[in-house]
């Protein structure tokens, strides 16, 4: 890879949000903050009603970069062995065989992540921390790539289970569709995709190693100047805001925020980090990692309202 310059690995993400935006009418800056978290390493948490598009987008995604896809549905009664397998007593062989569960694959769909109890929920936070699962005593690693698009719906609240905020924080990035930007185009493109789901049409661009490629050029190549770092660094800020409990800590918050600036940087065609970059990814990256008073919840003020604020507030170097 230290032969691929940012050039190639520009016009390989430029491509894969081509092909996506044949089919995907949205808006394409939350496509590209999407793709950025999956060139840095991370989950993804997309919250938004239902009926919007992100089944749709979460497979066409896995289709465009050519890794083995797995949905599971989240419910109520789902057991952990139901997503990372268990071991099964054959009588023929007269020994146990171990069942792997949907989990592995290269790119999971969690879908309504916030159905599933606890016990699902923690063995999830395994998986996507950890790279492994853990069946039964014996430890098992993951294929690579491995990624996690979860999705819940932040309207319809009974028969869920919130997010413990450690399975919150291993998510790089929460974010929200919104509506297509336009609806006529979209009705326009149904008529010619003769399906609901054109995902078969879909043209995979990348591979799973190249998207290892990828990932090792950003985090070889990518350069984060002390001023920016600094800048990064000042969003410790929050922390001490009366309103809030708990906030982005600096192992896990800011450097998901570092590496979601790196990986914009690329698709933008820079080996380097500009303090913009940070600026589109901050509240998406910041704002589900930050815990508020109970009294400043209950008066309808986000997360991300906290870091809107100062996003606004804090200088930016030059």
Request: glycine letters at 6%; proline letters at 7%; hydrophobic letters at 45%.
């Amino acid at each position: 890879m230290s032969k691929v310059g940012i050039d190639y690995v520009t016009e390989r993400i430029r491509a894969v949000i081509n092909e996506i935006t044949r089919y995907f009418v949205g808006d394409e800056e939350v496509l590209m903050k999407i793709l950025a978290s999956i060139i840095a390493g991370g989950h993804v948490l997309i919250e938004d009603v239902p009926g919007i598009g992100k089944t749709f987008l979460s497979k066409m995604l896995a289709k465009v970069l050519g890794l083995r896809f797995s949905r599971i549905q989240f419910t109520p009664d789902l057991l952990p062995s139901d997503i990372i397998g268990t071991k099964v007593w054959r009588p023929d062989k007269g020994n146990f065989e171990l069942v792997l569960g949907p989990i592995f694959a290269n790119f999971v769909l969690a879908d309504e992540v916030n159905r599933a109890p606890p016990k699902v929920q923690s063995a999830l936070l395994e998986a996507m921390q950890e790279g492994q699962v853990t069946i039964e005593g014996e430890t098992i690693k993951l294929p690579q790539p491995f990624i996690v698009i979860a999705t819940q719906n932040p309207i319809e609240l009974e028969g869920t289970y919130p997010l413990p905020e450690a399975q919150l924080d291993r998510f790089m990035i929460r974010i929200k569709l919104g509506y297509p930007r336009d609806e006529v185009e979209l009705l326009r493109r149904r008529i010619s995709w003769r399906s609901n789901d054109p995902t078969p049409q879909v043209r995979a661009v990348l591979n799973g190693d190249e998207l290892l490629l990828i990932r090792d050029f950003v985090e070889s190549n990518v350069t984060v100047s002390d001023d920016v770092m600094k800048y990064i660094a000042s969003f410790n800020v929050i922390r001490r805001d009366p309103r809030v409990l708990a906030g982005p800590s600096p192992p896990r918050g800011l450097m998901a925020l570092m590496s979601m600036g790196r990986a914009m940087a690329v698709i933008d065609g820079r080996d380097y980090v500009i303090p913009d970059d940070i600026k589109r990814v901050v509240i998406e990256t910041l704002g589900h990692r930050i815990v508020l008073k109970p009294e400043v919840a209950l008066e309808g003020v986000s997360g991300e309202d906290i870091v809107r604020e100062y996003v606004e507030k804090i200088p930016i170097p030059k």
